[in-house]
Antibody, heavy 121, light 108 residues
Framework: QVQLVQSGAEVKKPGASVKVSCKTS????????IHWVRQAPGHGLEWMGW????????KYSLKFQDRLTISRDTSASTVYMELSSLIAEDTAVYYC??????????????WGQGTLVTVSS | DIQMTQSPSSLSASVGDRVTITCRAS??????LNWYQQKPGKAPSLLIY???NLQRGVPSRFSGSGSGTDFTLTISGLQPEDFATYYC??????????FGQGTTMEIK
C-alpha cells in the first residue's frame, strides 16, 4: 500500500536550519507530486509548498519563499523539506502528503505521520 | 490566494445527531473542494474530494455538497469516533491548495 514515512522529531536553535525527509513507497514515485503542510500547536493546517516528483519543479507559499527548499531523490523515492533561519514560531508538526490527481479532482492522500520540529534556545 | 472560511469554528453535538459544517471560498472553485478529518495527535485523513465524492473506506454517514463558493459537510448520525477537527481545502488553484481554519467537534 502507499506509505509516506517521515523522519523523526528535531530540536533546533533559533537561526538554524532543519531538513525533514519523507520516504515514499507503494507507488511510482515520479508519477505524483508531494506537498508539505505544517501545523503549529493548537492551530490549523498551513500549506507550505510542493514538488513535482517527476520534473523536480517546485512552488512555495510566499510566506516561506525566502527560506524554504523542497527537493527530491528519485533513487530513494524520498522528498526533503528544508527550512532555514528558524524562529520560535516555526515550532510545529510538519506533514508531507501525496497529491492524488486521479478521477478529476486533486486531493492529499495519503499523509505522512508528521514530524515535530521544536525551535528553542 | 484563495481564502477558505469555515463555520462554525467549533460545535458541540451528541451521538446520533446530524451536523453540518460549511465552507466558503473567496472566489469560485467549481467543485474543487476536499474535506479532511483530523484526530488529536494524528495526521489528517481524506474524507471527501471533488465536493461530494466519498473517499474509499469512509462511512456513508459522511456526505458533501456544493459548488462555486459554498460547500457543506454533513454527518448523519454522529458516532463517538467522529468527534474530531474537520478541514476544508480548495484544490482549484494548482498547486497552492489552501485550507479552511478548521471546525472542532466536541461531545455535548
Amino acid at each position: 500500500q502507499v506509505q509516506l514515512v517521515q523522519s523523526g522529531a528535531e530540536v533546533k536553535k533559533p537561526g538554524a536550519s532543519v531538513k525533514v525527509s519523507c520516504k515514499t513507497s507503494g507507488y511510482t514515485f515520479t508519477y505524483f507530486a508531494i506537498h508539505w503542510v505544517r501545523q503549529a500547536p493548537g492551530h490549523g493546517l498551513e500549506w507550505m509548498g510542493w514538488i513535482n516528483a517527476g520534473s523536480g519543479n517546485t512552488k512555495y507559499s510566499l510566506k516561506f519563499q525566502d527560506r524554504l527548499t523542497i527537493s527530491r531523490d528519485t533513487s530513494a523515492s524520498t522528498v526533503y523539506m528544508e527550512l532555514s533561519s528558524l524562529i520560535a514560531e516555526d515550532t510545529a508538526v510538519y506533514y508531507c502528503a501525496r497529491e492524488d490527481y486521479r478521477n478529476e479532482y486533486n486531493r492529499f492522500d495519503p499523509w505522512g505521520q508528521g514530524t515535530l520540529v521544536t525551535v528553542s534556545s | 490566494d484563495i481564502q477558505m472560511t469555515q463555520s462554525p469554528s467549533s460545535l458541540s453535538a451528541s451521538v446520533g445527531d446530524r451536523v453540518t459544517i460549511t465552507c466558503r471560498a473567496s472566489q469560485s472553485i467549481s467543485r474543487h473542494l476536499n474535506w479532511y478529518q483530523q484526530k488529536p495527535g494524528k495526521a489528517p485523513s481524506l474524507l471527501i474530494y471533488g465536493a461530494s465524492n466519498l473517499q474509499r473506506g469512509v462511512p456513508s454517514r459522511f456526505s458533501g455538497s456544493g459548488s462555486g463558493t459554498d460547500f457543506t459537510l454533513t454527518i448523519s448520525g454522529l458516532q463517538p469516533e467522529d468527534f474530531a477537527t474537520y478541514y476544508c481545502q480548495q484544490s482549484y488553484s494548482t498547486p497552492m491548495y489552501t485550507f479552511g481554519q478548521g471546525t472542532t467537534m466536541e461531545i455535548k
